[in-house]
């Protein structure tokens, strides 16, 4: 099962998880924004795909993976998120302000995400471990966030 999955089961999990994505996603991006992208002198790149993915998981939340188009829908929203997060890790990555630990820990995590990606890619179809890949691979993008924020 996927997050959206578990969170779709009824009308009130899916409006608590939309709320949710449109209340913190928001403060992410101002985050960026307003403290990250200027502090560290990255690309404003940076922004435009940050925008990308916020915007677009947001609105995967309105249109819940509970079966037939919708799943179809959802699914290309969240793809649409997710890989628009690459080029965040990339952007990281070529910093030449950022020490090189945070540059190389961001290539290791790039490369990590690619990879799983093309796991998620090449077991679509009723694959149980969805869920453990959807938090690797935000859970890679975020301590790739927080190692350039703190390092």
Same mark, same amino acid.
């Given at each position: 099962?996927?997050?959206?999955?578990?969170?779709?089961?009824?009308?009130? !999990?899916?409006?608590?998880?939309? !709320?949710?994505?449109? %209340?913190?996603?928001?403060?992410?991006?101002?985050?960026?924004?307003?403290?990250?992208?200027?502090?560290?002198?990255? !690309?404003?790149?940076?922004?435009?795909?940050?925008?990308?993915?916020?915007?677009?998981? &947001?609105?995967?939340?309105?249109?819940?993976?509970?079966?037939? &188009?919708?799943?179809?829908?959802?699914?290309?929203?969240?793809? &649409?998120?997710?890989?628009?997060?690459?080029?965040?890790?990339?952007?990281?990555?070529?910093?030449?302000?950022? !020490?090189?630990?945070?540059?190389?820990?961001?290539?290791?995590?790039?490369?990590?995400?690619?990879?799983?990606?093309?796991?998620?890619?090449?077991?679509?179809?009723?694959?149980?471990?969805?869920?453990?890949?959807?938090?690797?691979?935000?859970?890679?993008?975020? %301590?790739? &966030?927080?190692?350039?924020?703190?390092?």
């Amino acid at each position: 099962m996927t997050f959206s999955q578990h969170a779709a089961t009824n009308r009130s !999990s899916k409006v608590f998880y939309s !709320s949710l994505f449109m %209340l913190t996603l928001p403060i992410l991006m101002l985050f960026f924004s307003a403290w990250l992208v200027p502090e560290k002198d990255l !690309s404003n790149v940076f922004l435009w795909f940050a925008g990308v993915s916020v915007v677009f998981q &947001i609105v995967c939340t309105w249109v819940p993976e509970d079966g037939g &188009i919708r799943t179809v829908i959802h699914r290309i929203l969240t793809s &649409i998120s997710g890989i628009a997060m690459l080029p965040l890790v990339a952007v990281i990555a070529m910093a030449p302000n950022l !020490s090189a630990f945070v540059r190389t820990m961001a290539l290791i995590v790039l490369f990590l995400m690619i990879a799983l990606i093309g796991i998620a890619l090449r077991n679509q179809k009723e694959y149980k471990r969805a869920l453990l890949l959807q938090v690797g691979y935000y859970a890679a993008f975020f %301590l790739v &966030i927080l190692t350039a924020t703190y390092c």
